[in-house]
């Protein structure tokens, strides 16, 4: 980046504090170094155009006559810089005070409200009274799309979101219209915005300007919960943020994550991800023991607290010994659960895992490589390779003898007698599809969204995400589940943490070996195997 | 073994109880026949409330009757006893309004945070205090209840001093 044999960093000095910097780095950002978040409404970090537009962001910089916009103005050597001085603050304030002139102030009703960088700066800059007499200009509301809409009175005109469509997504279907403060934002005359990821236009917006249909009056920021966690809906993995209200999944938010996602994440993600956990689950153990005395077989399926239900499998597992049989993995399941079950199908002798992968059009983002939605639609395909899955097409297949065992795969297509002549039919789910109807067992499993864990993205990379949902009734995460059913044959401990189950995988699976969950950290980390990941079909892609 | 008893002597005069109970009448006929009798005959008296009382609640409505409430959440965040339960949704013209608002007045200290925090003063205490029930059920005040109510809001403060000073 240096020019002509300039030097690769700068030295300067922001707020009495000295900091080093790679030289081409802007003000805001080096400012960022020494804790100093300079307001801004025109940058954004993931956008490349930088119009220092909105002047929020002016700085005081020693021995120049006026104030200089930090987002555009180049670190130097030796420049000393003043965000906080009296001149910066009352550039401010006035910036402020200009945008307040007409904003309808409708904080109580407005979905940004406590999350909104107009009220949080109104505050700083402390311009808490008007001077302005004369009638607001009022402009209403307009659906920009199909799932957006658009409050104009409360836009801070920043042209994020103009910018966001037209640099980064490369469509240029979103303008600002008219001028001066009859601006607004709207499509071009004729077209129309459908873009597979023009949900992050509502992420960029500083304000309450723009906001999901789907989430519109739904919360308030202070009586919503977030958790990390990483988009289910492809094998990209991208980082995102789960918000949640009364265990329901209300909003989910790209989460920056540089090596995949950037700031980013693609539309149907973002639906993929409000829609888990809904619909109907599987709450209670249910076993085939007929009846209560426990000792037979046959009968109808019956509800039983957990250690009766782990203490029949496991009896009767141990009494199949190693017969040999199939197994139907669902490639949504997380890494550790996936592990578990491989340990237990090792013990039972079954060598393949069938797997299968629903399969949809693919989108990119231009200007983000690493950004696609891929064809594949599940999370973690490549992890259900790592541990012998085998992709397989067509409707499962449950007619073989031994043991059959299923882990969260809604067994689509599978006719009646699926599992009917297996010896010992174990459904492990967080749902109860028809098709586990000849199962022997049925244990309800926490999904993803109600656990922690960690998925293997297509290219290996091994990312975790966070418990964001209280499971239902007594379902509780797979790899506890296993873990129990397996410390009851005498293999291993009971795990209650995550840590405890990823540690064991990591020390056991060749592909885990060296990566420990505190290691990984919230941006996850490449797997050993990353260059040979068995079950994605799209790897390099 | 057992206790000595103490016998003490008093002077005839100190023992009597003569003395104590014409005091006692005394007072009650000074009651009788004071001009300042205290007791209220109520329910066919009733208290003159102050306009600051703090009483059960009342919901302020538009000219058409809807309820003032733009159900932003700030009352059920501000109440220190979690009594107000609010489900925010958007009307026919795209307005964010109450679906569900509802008051647990048995649990209310009526303390009077919703009042003073709500931008659009919708929801007020009231100056009122009959409110007997026969069920604690009848004691959550669903916001149609809240609108029906008909006694004085409660003035938190004066409007000639609004800082209390
Ligand atoms: S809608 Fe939001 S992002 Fe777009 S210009 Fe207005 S304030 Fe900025
Ligand atoms: S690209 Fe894939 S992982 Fe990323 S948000 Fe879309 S579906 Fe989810
Ligand atoms: S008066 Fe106080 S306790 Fe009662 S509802 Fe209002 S905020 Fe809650
Ligand atoms: S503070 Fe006022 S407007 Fe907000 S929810 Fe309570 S009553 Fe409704
Ligand atoms: S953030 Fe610098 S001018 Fe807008």
Not at chain 1, 128 to 154: C, H, N
Not at chain 1, 290 to 313: F, I, M, S
Not at chain 2, 20 to 43: E, F
Not at chain 2, 71 to 99: F, Q, W
């Amino acid at each position: 980046m240096a020019e002509n044999g300039a030097k690769a960093t700068v030295t300067l000095k922001i707020d009495g504090v000295e900091v080093t910097v790679p030289s081409g780095t802007r003000v805001i950002e080096a400012a960022e170094h020494v804790g100093v978040v300079v307001p801004r409404y025109c940058y954004h970090p993931g956008i490349p155009t930088r119009p220092a537009q909105c002047r929020m962001c002016l700085v005081e910089v020693e021995g120049r006559p006026k104030l200089e916009p930090s987002c555009t103005l180049q670190a130097a050597d030796d420049m000393v810089v003043n965000t906080a001085s009296d001149t910066a603050r009352t550039a401010r304030q006035s910036v402020i005070e200009f945008l307040l002139v007409n904003h309808p102030l409708d904080c109580p009703i407005c979905d940004a409200a406590g999350q909104c960088m107009l009220q949080d700066y109104a505050y700083v800059t402390n311009q808490l009274e008007s001077r302005v007499d004369e009638p607001k200009r009022i402009m209403g509301r307009d659906r920009i799309s199909d799932d957006i809409l658009y409050f104009a009175d409360r836009c801070v005109i920043c042209t994020r979101c103009v910018r966001f469509m037209r640099d980064v997504a490369e469509d240029d279907s979103l303008i600002v219209a008219q001028r001066g403060d009859k601006a607004y934002i709207d499509t071009f005359p004729g077209r129309e915005l459908d873009n597979p990821f023009q949900g992050n236009i509502v992420d960029v917006c500083p304000v309450g300007a723009l906001v999901h249909e789907d989430f519109v009056f739904k919360a308030r920021s202070w009586d919503m919960d977030a958790a990390a966690s990483v988009c289910p809906g492809c094998p990209t993995g991208c980082n995102v943020t789960i918000d949640t209200k009364e265990n329901q999944i209300v909003r989910v938010k790209p989460r920056h994550n540089a090596a995949v996602n950037s700031w980013w994440m693609c539309d149907y993600g973002r639906k993929h991800l409000v829609m888990t956990n809904r619909g109907v689950r599987a709450e209670l153990p249910l076993i085939r023991d007929g009846g209560g005395d426990g000792d037979g077989d046959g009968g109808e399926l019956r509800p039983v607290d957990w250690a009766t239900a782990l203490d029949w499998v496991a009896e009767k597992i141990d009494a199949l010994g190693s017969p040999g049989g199939s197994a139907v993995v669902s490639p949504d399941a997380s890494n550790e659960n996936l592990f578990y079950l491989r340990t237990l199908l090792d013990r039972l002798g079954v060598a393949d895992a069938d797997f299968r992968v629903p399969q949809g059009e693919t989108a990119e983002l231009p200007t983000v490589p690493t950004l696609k939605l891929r064809a594949d639609r599940a999370a973690n395909a490549a992890g259900a390779g790592f541990f012998g899955g085998r992709r397989a097409d067509g409707p499962p297949n449950g007619s073989a003898g031994g043991a059959l065992v299923v882990l969260d795969d809604e067994l689509e297509g599978a006719g009646e007698d699926f599992g009917a002549s297996a010896d010992f039919f174990l459904y492990l789910g967080t749902r109860l599809p028809g098709a586990a109807r000849n199962a022997d067992a049925v244990l309800p499993i926490a999904t993803f969204a109600e656990m922690d864990g960690t998925f293997t993205n297509f290219e290996g990379r091994v990312q975790r995400f966070h418990q964001a949902l209280r499971p239902p009734g007594l379902a509780r995460p797979g790899w506890m589940v296993l873990s129990r059913v397996l410390a009851r044959l005498g293999d291993g401990e009971a795990v209650d943490d995550v840590r405890g189950a990823f540690e064991r995988m990591a020390a056991q699976a060749p592909a885990f070996a060296g990566l420990t969950w505190d290691g990984i950290g919230l941006k996850g980390a490449p797997a050993a195997e990353a260059a040979g990941v068995a079950g994605s079909a799209e790897a390099g892609a | 073994m057992p206790g000595e008893v103490k016998v003490v002597e008093r002077p005839r005069a100190e023992s009597s109880y003569v003395r104590a109970a014409a005091k006692g009448m005394s007072i009650t006929m000074r009651h009788l026949l004071s001009p300042n009798k205290k007791t209220q005959q109520y329910p066919d008296e009733k208290w003159e409330l102050a306009p600051r009382t703090r009483g059960t609640h009342r919901m302020a409505v538009h000219e058409d009757g809807r309820a003032k409430c733009v159900a932003c959440g700030l009352c059920p965040t501000v109440c220190p006893v979690n009594c107000i339960k609010l489900v925010p949704a958007e009307d026919e013209s795209g307005e964010r309004y109450a679906a569900i608002y509802e008051i647990d007045e048995f649990r209310c200290i009526f303390c009077g945070y919703c009042q003073e925090v709500c931008p659009v003063e919708a929801i007020h205490l009231g100056v009122h205090y009959e409110n007997a029930e026969y069920s604690r059920e009848r004691w959550v005040y669903d916001l149609e209840r809240l609108v029906e109510q008909e006694h004085d809001v409660t003035a938190l403060w004066d409007p000639q001093d609004p800082a209390s000073q």
